[in-house]
């Protein structure tokens, strides 16, 4: 089996699944412990994607199939990670992922919230701590360092995750993983009782199966269940078919609480992050025969935002039109039309088209964002200052780019101490470590005020100690 498609399969592995009254789980700050080591690698990597529209749909998803269960002993955590990988999971802590291509694959809420409840269900029955009390041959960090590396390795030819992985599993992973059927038919079986309560229908969680056994992990049919990360599909097929027999919706079905927007997610997910050639293909063979199934104003939005990164900005804005002529006034289009026309060298229209949406709940802060790169193209640098700056305060690392513009802004106002500081936050953010220390530098060289000195002198210490740790470790 070659190294990727180990990884390709462990992106569950032992974080796969956990019953509240279970004698072999450890303790809640012991799965704490367990979840913070995880996410730091996690985060560390920059593995999971930063989409604030995307990532408000699944989280309400996973908060409204919580609504529904009594009070839990965690904090759950919903993602998505940046892969084009039909999977999902559930690790230590209750963190739920789900990757970027189980979303683009699947063509329902329903079908989501299937999967998503599975995971919710392993979360409750505390899979997770009985894996790790079970193979107590290897420590928490080692177990957190498996999984770190399957999903890292993903994303690379896979050798490098292989190699973090192989010597732990070759101490007993059959042992390890002996259980997880039942875990699986466990969470099954808790997932549908969610989703009856929930607005969402329980009969999503089999399609979604039935599409886990289309694509079969990428074609891995030939390798033995103990080592899938969710095994037995045929099986479960054939014991949800079972429980769900003979369902009817009950006549005062909960509503849901919003519109999830799933097939506009889905299709910003394909614009966006997939691979540019084959989703242009992909959706231009759809828009030339659209089913009655697809939401038509989805498709073309999905396609302006794909012939954006193709660098056909007259397309783009096209399309993104048909999609407003279909969704009036749609704050998902109308962001991204200011962001393009922002890319097609137009700041008026940008900001023609994006005035009147900041106050939206979602795309808000993107829309202030977008903003500001209008104004301060129009060199309007107070309200472009004033705007980034509200920006940084709400959410300090989802819009990095905002330093670099507060410091071009700071720089034609003549702070060059300023802007070097936060041309240093700007690439500390992006993990370009040297240039940040060399911009930290300067900006020392000119601050003058003693909170400012304060400030870039420990962001410096600080990059300089982490450099320090990352030579040692090589």
Not at 181 to 200: P, V
């Amino acid at each position: 089996m070659s190294g990727k498609c180990i990884l390709m399969l462990f992106s569950v592995l032992l974080f796969v699944s956990f019953s509240v009254n279970s004698s072999l789980a450890i303790s809640i700050p012991e799965e704490n412990k367990a979840a913070e080591k995880f996410m730091e690698m996690v985060n560390n990597r920059h593995m999971i994607l930063n989409d604030p529209i995307a990532n408000h749909m699944i989280t309400q998803v996973g908060r409204h199939i919580l609504s529904f269960l009594p009070p839990q002993p965690f904090d759950y955590s919903f993602y998505i990670v940046d892969e084009d990988v039909f999977n999902a999971f559930a690790s230590a802590g209750a963190n739920i992922f789900a990757y970027r291509g189980l979303i683009t694959s699947l063509d329902s809420i329903d079908e989501l919230a299937g999967i998503i409840g599975h995971e919710i269900a392993h979360a409750v029955s505390r899979h997770v701590s009985e894996s790790i009390d079970r193979s107590k041959f290897l420590s928490i960090g080692s177990l957190a360092g498996m999984l770190a590396g399957a999903i890292i390795g993903s994303q690379s030819n896979g050798n490098a995750g292989a190699t973090l992985m192989t010597g732990s599993m070759a101490l007993g992973q059959t042992a390890m993983l002996a259980f997880t059927r039942d875990n699986e038919t466990e969470a099954d079986e808790k997932g549908i009782m969610f989703l009856k309560r929930s607005c969402f229908s329980p009969e999503g969680l089999l399609s979604g199966l039935m599409k886990i056994r289309a694509t079969d992990y990428r074609g891995t049919e030939g390798i033995p269940d103990y080592v899938k990360t969710h095994p037995g599909t045929g099986e479960r097929i054939a014991h949800v078919e079972t429980i769900l027999s003979g369902y009817v919706p009950p006549e005062k079905k909960v509503p849901c609480p919003e519109d999830f927007r799933f097939d506009m997610v889905k299709y910003r997910l394909l614009g966006l992050y997939a691979e540019i050639k084959p989703t242009f293909d992909q959706l231009t063979n759809q828009l030339g025969d659209i089913p009655p199934t697809v939401d038509a104003g989805a498709l073309h939005y999905g396609m302006g935002l794909v012939c954006s990164r193709k660098s056909m900005g007259e397309d783009a804005i096209f399309h993104l039109r048909k999609a407003l002529s279909i969704h009036p006034f749609d704050p998902m289009i109308l962001v991204e039309m200011g962001r393009i026309y922002l890319l097609n060298g137009e700041p008026e229209k940008a900001l023609v088209a994006l005035n009147g949406i900041e106050s939206d709940p979602v795309v808000g802060l993107m829309v202030k964002f977008h903003q500001a790169a209008a104004y301060l193209e129009l060199r309007h640098l107070s309200k472009a200052k004033t705007l980034f700056n509200t920006v940084i305060k709400a959410a300090p690392t989802q819009y990095p780019k905002a330093y670099y513009h507060l410091a071009n802004i700071l720089s034609l106002e003549n702070e060059k101490g300023l802007s070097h500081y936060y041309l240093g936050l700007y690439y500390a953010e992006i993990d370009t470590h040297k240039t940040a220390i060399v911009h930290l530098k300067k900006a020392l060289d000119d601050l003058t005020d003693d909170a400012d000195i304060k400030k870039a002198t420990q962001l410096l210490n600080r990059l300089k100690k982490e450099a320090t740790r990352d030579k040692q470790k090589k």
